[in-house]
T-cell receptor, first 111, second 113 residues
């Protein structure tokens, strides 16, 4: 059975800290891995990863994929209170286009 | 503007009263799906559709129906809602050719009393 597991499930840090969120997966016919940020509304897209070892970067956020070990990490440096959100990892199956989501990591950044 | 539109955004209803949540996308995406989100459980897929007239069950389909008569629309139907269907629902669409992310609607918060 396909599954995506995120860790930790929740995390509390202070502004300025660096955090690493983890996502491991077991999915047949892997196409891509996606990271989303969810505040009090719909998930918003952060990154799509398809190849191992190539870091995607956007401001203070970065992510990388390891297709051999079947995991991805999302790094946030110099965290701000606006980074407080649920971070969702999803893996897309290539034969159906189906997205399998992890449980999400709830990040709280305190001032 | 590329978007997925869900309606209504909020709904309170009573047990057993049929309801429909609409979802429409303007990106000509083949793939559409419905998720429910509950605390601690993440996003769980209810139903999905790979194209017009092609629908299939996701992980938690019980108590729900869908239809895909047109490419842009993918309504979610609750024939006889029950309190355990109280949840936050999201519709999403994506291209089956890949290399693009899934786009989400704004969500529908449903309460069944």
């Amino acid at each position: 059975e396909d599954k995506v597991v995120q860790s930790p499930l929740s995390l509390v840090v202070h502004e300025g800290d660096t955090v690493t969120l983890n996502c491991s997966y077991e999915v047949t016919n892997f196409r891509s891995l996606l990271w989303y940020k969810q505040e009090k509304k719909a998930p918003t897209f952060l990154f799509m990863l398809t190849s191992s070892g190539i870091e995607k970067k956007s401001g203070r956020l970065s992510s990388i994929l390891d297709k051999k070990e079947l995991f991805s990490i999302l790094n946030i440096t110099a965290t701000q209170t606006g980074d407080s959100a649920i971070y969702l990892c999803a893996v897309e199956s290539s034969n159906t286009g189906k997205l399998i989501f992890g449980q999400g990591t709830t990040l709280q950044v305190k001032p | 503007e590329a978007q997925v539109t869900q309606n209504p955004r909020y709904l309170i209803t009573v047990t057993g009263k049929k309801l429909t949540v609409t979802c429409s996308q303007n990106m000509n995406h083949e793939y559409m799906s419905w998720y429910r989100q509950d605390p601690g459980l993440g996003l769980r897929q209810i139903y999905y559709s790979m194209n017009v007239e092609v629908t299939d069950k996701g992980d938690v389909p019980e108590g729900y129906k869908v239809s895909r008569k047109e490419k842009r629309n993918f309504p979610l139907i609750l024939e006889s809602p029950s309190p355990n269907q109280t949840s936050l629902y999201f519709c999403a669409s994506s291209s089956r050719t890949g290399n693009t992310e899934a786009f989400f609607g704004q969500g529908t918060r449903l309460t069944v009393v």
